[in-house]
């Protein structure tokens, strides 16, 4: 038997062209969301190429994965730096009352 001699129904075409409509759509829904997510992360200045890089690179310069220092060291720090000269009378005052409040910075 020959394939030309092989008869499809009418719908097989109408599936076939829905089909291949469906993957164009999703093809282009892809191409616009990586296009959106390029521009965002070089506009937050972040190559795209090397997101994952640049991102855990800038976490492990934070503070944010550095343990807590206790109330004492934060104190004996600000102190020290007093004694040092580093910072005056009055800023050494300020920052001992903002550890003292709780403050983070």
Known sequence: ?????VRFPASYDL???????VVALGFVAVVVLVVVNV???RRNGISPLTSQVDIAARLLQSRALQPDRSLDDRLVELDDL???GVISTDEHREARAAVL????S
């Open 1 to 5: 038997m020959l394939l030309s001699t």
């Open 101 to 104: 409040r709780g403050d983070r």
């Open 15 to 21: 599936v076939w062209s829905l089909a291949l409509g």
């Open 39 to 41: 521009v965002r992360a």
């Open 82 to 84: 007093a004694a040092r």
